[in-house]
Structures are given as C-alpha cells and as structure tokens.
C-alpha cells in the first residue's frame, strides 16, 4: 500500500492520465487477500479478489493487481473531493488533536455537530424563507436510517391526521432506492404481502398524467411522496423541474409529506441541494453520502419543527452523533462554496461532453441522462452497455452500469468534484476511442443496486 500510495503520489491527472489501464511495475507484486469470508453479495465465497482497491488518492486508485484505474463513481458515490483529501484530512488531524471526537452520546452532541446542523438549516432555506425547514436530524449514520426516519414521520403524522386505523398510501417512483430499511424496501416492491398497512403506489417518474391520477384519486389518504432528484438507482433518470413542483402542488393540497431524498444528489453542485436550485419547498430532505464526503458516514434529515414527531429512539444510529465526520461535512461545505464556479462548469461540461458522444454515435447511444456531475449513458442495447463497461474498465476506467432490469442499458458515472477540464475531457477522450473501437461481444457481469 506504501508503494502504491508512494506512486500515486498527490493524484496528479496530468501525470496519472496517461498510464490508465497499466499494471504499475514500480509497486511489487501483492498477494491478493482472500475475500472469501464475505457475504456473496459483496463478491465473498469465491477466493481472492485481484480487482479490488488497494490504495487511492484524489480520484485515482490502483487495485490489488497493481492496475491504475480512474474512479469515475466516487467510491460507492460518496467521495466527494476524490480519496485522502489533503486539506480534509489536515482538518481532521487538527481536529482530532485539538480534542474533537469520532463519536460520543447523541444527548450531548459536541460542538461540531451543532455547528453542522446550523449551517444546513441555513443552506436548506431560501433567504427569508417563511416557513423554514428548521430542524435537522443528525444522528444517523447511514442513508437508510434517515430515510427511515422520514417514512415514520409520514406515517405518524397521518396517523394523527386520520387515526391509527386509516391505510396509508405512500407513492413512489419506479427504480426508486431509498435504503435497506424493511418499509423503504417496500417501496421498490420487496416483502410483498408483509407490509400490509400501507398501500405502495409506484409512478413511472415524469408522467404527470399518473401523478395527478393518484393524487385525484387518493387525496388525503396519501401520507407521502418520495422522490430522488436524478435518479442513480434508475438510470441516472433526472426528474423535471415542473414535474417535481406538481408533486410538490399536489402534497401542498392533500397534506402528503413531500420528502425528497438528496442522498445522491446533495453537495454535487453549488447550491447544495437540488431542491434549493431547482425552487422546492419539501417537507422532508434526506442527505447523506457526500456530506460527509466519504470520510466516516453520517447522515441526516431536514424537516420542520412541526413534524418533529420522532422519540429520539425511533430513529437513530448510536454512533451517529459524530464530530469529527461533522467537522469534515463542515470544512467540505467551505470548499464547495469556494469553489462553486468551477463545480458548475464541470457538470456543465461532462453533460456536453456526453451529449457529443450521443450525436457521434447515435446508432449505439440513446441519450445523456442525468444532471450535472451525476450522468448516464443510455445505450440502445444491452448488450452494447455491459460491453462498453467492460472494455472502458480495461482502458482504466471504473464505472458503473445499469443492465439488470428489463430495459435498463445505462452506464453510470459520477465524477468527484476535483475533476477538471483536463479530467472530464480525458474521460470522453477514452470514452469516444473505445466506442470508436466498436461492436460489442462479452458482456461483463451485471451490477446490482445501487
Ligand atoms: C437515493 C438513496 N437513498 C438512500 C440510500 C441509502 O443510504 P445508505 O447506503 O447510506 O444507507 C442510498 C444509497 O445508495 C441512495 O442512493
């Protein structure tokens, strides 16, 4: 790993780009760890694991077979500023030895923490907001305990509206994800016939005629609306503005709970959250992931007073109440806003640069999906994106695709925001050489959600 992080040195693309793909001579040779003991899901039960990490810096990592990749996802989509962030990891050091905790008891959360939860109180809000989302959650660790949280809120505060005998009705939108918790599942069709209380209502996302249906139809009886703002889990699907205020409309006028889940979405762009570019005014807000930009996790769940309905055991990670990873999602933020033109750019030029593939290629490529740094490549076929994902992980590219449901054939990336110009160009460059390589034979093996 030394070796390794010697010649990954500070990530230098200009240095890095080039060797892509190459099994690097200057680290010897290392004896793959037997992963055997994992769980199946996670590649586990077969032996070792040559194409695992072996070490990264900035957006780069070298595998276990000492091949040079690019991390075009960001880690599992929540590494923000790229691995073993200088100027994060110096805060956390000075942090760490200034006395600020990884974790202690949530009743007496340390100055991080309540530092953490001002500022996203005051990011969450448009200026002179009247009626603010004012509370955050923030003593969960993972994104799915925070989506928890938000569906229990929906579902009590219904409960007090209709009683606890009415059926609640929660919509959601297919190839939705919003974590492993048992209800959440079920909006995405797990456990059928065991969830029973709640009626699921599954939308195609952007059809509004279906939405306004179900809101017609079922008014008042809907306890809440879900929705991802680009949709990571769906084909990087990015919902419209209009559509989203229609929900938004809807919920205002049935008193459904309005929770959009910015796990994927929060802290890729400059205003934070897409909501807040986009003019939303929802109920609830889950983040996650990048807050605290793939250091240790910590999440959280932005909400109005009002429907702070919750005992403090009914949804919490014991070990959320984090400082130090508090104190990261803090010094994150400044960075983000310091560097708020340039993360603009980026994603306005990875869309671009996807849009020139599709209209270079349009007999293999449909479309570029996505918003910003969080982008999709729409193949025609299959087969062509498993291929392409294959033969782009050969030329050093890690990223992701989406083939495992009937019609799915999008590949997936999400660029940390250290990427640049000369990054995001490199990118499309290898992109274009291999579709210029053309047609598709072995398809790779598919990857599931998220
Ligand atoms: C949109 C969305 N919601 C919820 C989750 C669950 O978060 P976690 O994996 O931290 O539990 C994820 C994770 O990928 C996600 O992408």
Redesign the pocket.
């Known amino acids: 790993m030394e070796a390794g992080r010697r010649f990954l040195g500070d990530g230098d693309p200009g240095r890095l780009l080039p060797r892509l793909g190459e099994e690097i001579a200057e680290i010897p040779a290392f004896v793959s760890i037997d992963k055997s003991p994992l769980p199946a899901g996670y590649g586990g039960g077969c032996g070792g694991g040559a194409e695992d990490f072996l070490v990264g810096q900035g957006l780069f990592y070298v595998n276990e077979r000492r091949r040079l990749l690019l991390d075009c996802t960001s880690g ?3 590494v923000l500023w790229g691995y073993g962030h200088r100027d994060l990891t110096a805060a956390l050091v000075a942090a760490q030895e200034a006395g600020v905790v990884w974790d202690n008891h949530s009743n007496i959360p340390q100055a991080p923490v309540k530092r953490l939860a001002e500022r996203l109180v005051t990011l969450g809000n448009a200026p002179g907001e009247a009626d603010p989302l004012d509370t955050v959650l923030l003593g969960v ?7 928890a949280a938000a569906l229990k809120i929906q579902l009590k505060v219904f409960a007090r509206a209709h009683g606890t005998e009415a059926t609640p009705v929660l919509v959601a939108l297919r190839g ?5 918790d048992m209800v ?1 599942q079920g909006l995405r069709g797990l456990w059928p016939g065991l969830l029973r209380r709640c009626e699921v209502v599954v939308l195609e996302p952007n059809d509004a005629e279906a939405l306004d249906a179900v809101f017609r139809e079922r008014g008042s009886r809907i306890a809440g609306f879900w929705a ?1 703002p680009v ?3 769906r084909e990087a699907v990015a919902l419209e503005p209009g559509y989203l205020a229609r929900a938004e409309a809807w919920c205002r006028e049935t008193g459904a709970l309005l929770c959009l ?4 979405t929060g802290f890729w762009l400059p205003e934070m959250f897409e909501y807040r570019r986009l003019g939303l005014r929802p109920d609830l807000v ?1 983040l ?2 990048g807050l605290t930009a793939g250091f240790h ?1 910590l ?1 959280g769940l932005l909400l109005r007073r009002r429907h702070d309905v919750l005992e403090q055991y009914d949804a919490i990670s014991t070990n959320g109440s984090a400082a130090l990873p508090a104190l990261v999602a803090l010094a994150s933020i400044e960075m983000i806003e310091g560097q708020a033109a340039r993360i603009r750019d980026s994603g306005v030029r990875i869309q671009a640069g996807l849009r020139s593939l599709v209209s270079e290629f349009p007999g293999v490529l449909l479309a570029a999906e996505g918003r910003g740094h969080l982008a999709g490549l729409k193949f025609r076929s299959v087969a062509g994106a498993l291929e392409f994902h294959r033969r782009l992980l050969e030329a050093g590219l890690w990223t992701r695709v989406h083939a495992y449901h009937e019609g799915h054939s999008t590949l997936l990336t999400k660029l940390g925001l250290l990427a640049d110009a000369v990054v995001i160009d490199g990118v499309m460059d290898r992109m274009r050489e291999v579709l210029r390589r053309g047609s598709p034979c072995r398809p790779s093996a598919s990857q599931g959600t ?1």
């Open positions: 599992h989509y929540q660790c993972t994104g799915s305990v925070a989506c939705n994800y919003h974590g492993t959440a991802e949709m990571m889990n889940d910015e796990i994927q889950v996650g992931k996790p999440s998220p």
